[in-house]
């Protein structure tokens, strides 16, 4: 299957460079475009805007870093949104027209599950198109290893 619009939400995870990897490696080999996301959450309360233009700041460089290690003749596009994570990448996936979302879990427990739900569970639950989700443990293939083990 070819993906042409591939949408990568990063976020702290311990997997993030796993989550990456596999959405890059999916990207070049179908020749589309990677769409790297954060969303900063918003607090309950009330947050200055210049905290969050700062944590604005940190994510596109952190996302920009990310991008300089792709193939220079890999389409990217870097996205920093507010907002509530699940709703803001459901939402960005329809508006791009996205044909896969690779994102990674964060391997909670099931009781902070129960109280906290998941980011990933509710991005299943509501994405427009596929989602490849990589557990916490996930460690991306070399590029040829899917071919060779087919």
């Given amino acids: 299957m070819s993906y042409k619009k591939i949408l990568c939400p990063i976020g702290h995870e311990e997997n993030s460079r796993a989550t990456f990897e596999t959405a890059a490696r999916l990207a070049r080999e179908s020749h589309g475009t990677l769409y790297l ?3 900063v959450p918003l607090a309950p309360s009330i947050v200055s805007e210049s905290v969050l233009m700062d944590d604005r ?13 792709l193939p220079a003749a890999q389409s990217r596009v870097i996205i920093v949104r507010f ?3 699940a709703r803001e990448i459901t939402s960005l996936a329809r508006r791009i027209g996205a044909d ?3 994102m990674g ?25 596929p989602v490849l989700a990589l557990p916490p443990d996930a460690v991306a293939e070399a590029p040829d290893a899917a071919s060779q083990a087919a």
């Fill in 37 to 39: 996301v954060h969303v």
């Fill in 57 to 69: 700041g940190r994510a596109h460089n952190a996302l920009q870093r990310l991008a300089a290690q």
């Fill in 83 to 85: 907002g509530n994570p």
């Fill in 100 to 102: 896969l979302i690779v």
């Fill in 105 to 129: 879990t964060h391997g909670r427990t099931m009781m902070a599950r129960l109280f906290q739900g998941s980011i990933a569970e509710k991005v299943i639950a509501h994405a427009p198109c």
